[in-house]
């Protein structure tokens, strides 16, 4: 992306963003020229205003993330970071949501309708062998 001439910056796309948001990394912001409340992702060294399209540099805005905090190491900055107002950020974390139960609810259907079919049929006879041998050594 060509921010002014001769200057360009990789775009870091929906995908990442998304990457981020999944992570809960992402910081508040505000567009300078629009006053729209956004957020963006920390390490990118500009954002996008969603509404206006002016693109705010990150630097000065939020230095207080400069920092990656589980790791210490200084980010460094870089690309143009797509900004997203907070109904994007509601509706890309249902989604999210959405997508793990999804992922979660198959993966449970796949291993009870594994677990039914092999082991139920095995654990209730052993049961019952091991009952009787009980039973007979009270006798």
């Known amino acids: 992306v060509e921010i002014t001439p001769n ?4 775009l870091r796309g929906a995908a990442e963003t998304r990457r981020c948001i ?3 990394w ?22 996008l205003c969603p509404v206006c399209r002016v693109v705010n540099p990150l630097a ?6 400069r920092t990656n905090t589980t790791t210490g190491i200084p ?7 797509l ?16 997508q793990q139960e999804d992922n979660r609810s198959s993966r449970e259907r796949r291993n009870s309708s594994l677990y039914t079919t092999n082991t139920s ?16 050594m009270s006798l």
């Open 7 to 10: 200057h360009s910056v990789p």
């Open 22 to 24: 999944a992570q809960n």
């Open 26 to 47: 992402f910081v508040p912001l505000l567009c300078h020229a629009c006053h729209l409340d956004m957020f963006g992702i920390p390490n990118a060294a500009y954002v």
């Open 60 to 65: 000065a805005a939020a230095s207080s993330t």
């Open 75 to 81: 980010q460094k900055r870089h690309g143009l970071g």
């Open 83 to 98: 900004g997203f107002t907070a109904t994007d950020l509601q509706s890309i974390q249902q989604e999210l949501q959405q």
């Open 121 to 136: 049929s095995t654990r209730h006879h052993n049961n019952h062998n091991h009952h009787h041998h009980h039973h007979n």
